[in-house]
């Protein structure tokens, strides 16, 4: 099993910035990528950005040039940065950890996730 335990939510105003923290726990040798995910009030749940164990990263085209993921994998952290923050990015944000294998998801798991508001 592995635990997800994200920080970092809030209330800013447009254009701000936040910076989302995801802390990985117990079985991580199972997971190989981390991604953040976001799921505004009745909408589906969209993909934000993930990156793999080695580094490479992967971005909605919405969020390309203002949010920024990166890794400490000495810390089993992952961050999301995210810049010039606009009222439409207001959501839950969730972390997920996927372990793939073979070209299939073999382990998924989630966080409880965190608020994110973003205020005109």
């Known amino acids: 099993q592995v635990q997800l335990v994200e920080s970092g939510g809030g209330l800013v105003q447009a254009g701000g910035s936040l910076r989302l923290s995801c802390a990985a726990s117990g079985s991580t040798f199972s997971i190989n990528v981390i991604g953040w995910y976001r799921q505004a009030p009745g909408k589906q749940r969209e993909l934000v950005a993930d990156?793999?164990?080695?580094?490479?990263?992967n971005y909605a085209d919405s969020m390309k040039g203002r949010f920024t993921i990166s890794r400490n994998n000495a810390k089993n952290t992952v961050y999301l940065q995210m810049n010039s923050l606009k009222p439409e990015d207001t959501a839950v944000y969730y972390c997920n950890a996927k372990g793939w294998l073979v070209g299939a998801v073999v382990n998924d798991y989630w966080g409880q996730g965190t608020q994110v508001t973003v205020s005109s």
């Open positions: 990156i793999s164990q080695g580094g490479s990263t």
